[in-house]
């Protein structure tokens, strides 16, 4: 893939994964974040880092080629298109990446969904979501939509909960979730880069959509220790945010980003996952 400039609204969790396969290759990355803190943090990483609200965006996609938007939408949908509705007019973009999420499937009970089920989302998490995928397209922009399942990764795992003694494994029967390791979903977005297909939703998950009680469980035996109490969903005393992801459940089929990519995924199943965080001091 050709180098090029990539805009990064949101630089955060994933896109820097992103940015760090990228940069070796030559690419330019210009990333925004909400703070002058957090941007601080980030200029050590080889990154251009600006602090929006507040910077000029148009200068900054006036040379990007290609535009990955991360930020989590709001009441109205997307905040930057709703900041600045008319800011990708002409741009000279070649490839556009909203990072969306599997919320906007709805719940199916268990039963399986691909990029062809139409979206139903059950909660103001996924309409939002759904909202800001529609208001991207509507911009003309060779996007690319990927819905992501619940990442994890370095400084994104179970063990620390594990260790201290705070994890639960929550039962709630029938449920299962699927998830992704961020330096998978960063190959799938460098392949999309190289094969751009403007207007193709990937589901980016892996292979494997399991019961969160097992995750966890899994993790106390790689660490050596006894499994983290079992406490029943009814019992169990969730924020708002973590009951939400209790209230649905699929499972999302991957075959697109294996098919149309090429992907090969680093790690197919939370085993592997795990296991690498784990030998990489996780």
Not at 83 to 98: E, I, K
Not at 191 to 208: F, I
Not at 244 to 267: M, P, Q, T
């Amino acid at each position: 893939m050709t180098s090029g400039t990539l805009l990064s609204l949101g630089h955060g969790y994933t896109a820097q994964a992103l940015a760090r396969r990228l940069l070796p290759e030559g690419w330019r990355i210009v990333g925004t974040t909400r703070t002058e803190g957090q941007a601080q943090a980030l200029r050590g990483t080889g990154a251009e880092v600006v602090v929006w609200p507040g910077a000029d965006l148009a200068p900054l996609v006036a040379r990007a080629s290609h535009v990955l938007m991360s930020m989590a939408p709001g009441p109205g949908g997307d905040p930057v298109l709703t900041a600045h509705p008319d800011l990708f007019r002409q741009a000279p973009v070649v490839w556009a990446g909203y990072l969306s999420t599997t919320v906007v499937y709805g719940d199916h009970a268990g039963a399986w969904v691909d990029e062809t089920t139409p979206p139903t989302p059950g909660n103001a998490r996924g309409r939002q979501r759904l909202l800001a995928e529609g208001q991207w397209a509507a911009t003309g922009l060779p996007l690319h939509v990927f819905r992501l399942a619940g990442i994890y990764g370095p400084g994104r795992g179970p063990f620390e909960k594990v260790r201290d003694g705070t994890a639960r494994r929550i039962i709630k029967p029938g449920q299962v979730f699927g998830r992704i390791h961020v330096d998978d979903i960063a190959q799938v977005l460098a392949a999309s880069m190289a094969a751009p297909a403007p207007g193709t939703v990937y589901n980016v998950c892996d292979d494997d959509p399991a019961p969160p009680q097992d995750v966890i469980g899994h993790a106390a035996a790689l660490l050596g220790l006894p499994p983290p109490p079992a406490v029943a969903y009814e019992d169990a005393d969730l924020t708002p945010m973590g009951r939400s992801f209790y209230e649905e459940s699929k499972r999302v089929r991957n075959d697109r980003i294996k098919h149309a990519l090429g992907v090969r995924l680093l790690y197919p199943t939370y085993r592997e996952g795990l296991a690498a965080l784990l030998r990489d001091g996780g």
